[in-house]
Nanobody, 123 residues
């Protein structure tokens, strides 16, 4: 029932930062644990980060830990992903995902998905 729309993607230089947003509508963001995934052409969807309903718990993939920060502002129905020190390997389509039931690192756990936003990191 919830609709998710990502934004903030674009082309950046390696070492620079970007900030992605995911805005929920139809249902309040506070109903959902949230996650970010990313996917490259011809590759499987890769877990990036997750956050529980109120943001007290977060978790990151090994590849982004220390560089990315997931956060949420439930009052604005907005999930964010702050990406610092971007690397060419971070180039992908980034998706936000929502679950009423759990936080998890597998995409099958999530009920609703956005359409994705492309992030391209050049060297």
């Amino acid at each position: 029932q919830v609709q998710l729309v990502e934004s903030g993607g674009g082309m950046v230089q390696a070492g620079e930062s970007a900030r992605l947003s995911c805005v929920a509508s139809g249902r309040p963001l506070s109903d959902y644990a949230m996650a970010w995934f990313r996917q490259r052409p011809e590759e499987t969807r890769e877990y990036v980060a997750m956050i529980n309903w109120r943001g007290a718990y977060t978790n990151y993939a090994r590849s982004v830990k220390g560089r990315f920060t997931i956060s949420r502002t439930n009052a604005n129905n907005t999930l964010t992903l702050q990406m610092n020190n971007l690397k060419p390997e971070d180039t992908a389509v980034y998706y936000c995902a929502a679950s009423t039931k759990m936080v998890a690192t597998i995409p099958e756990a999530y009920e609703s998905w956005g359409q994705g936003t492309q992030v391209t990191v050049s060297s």
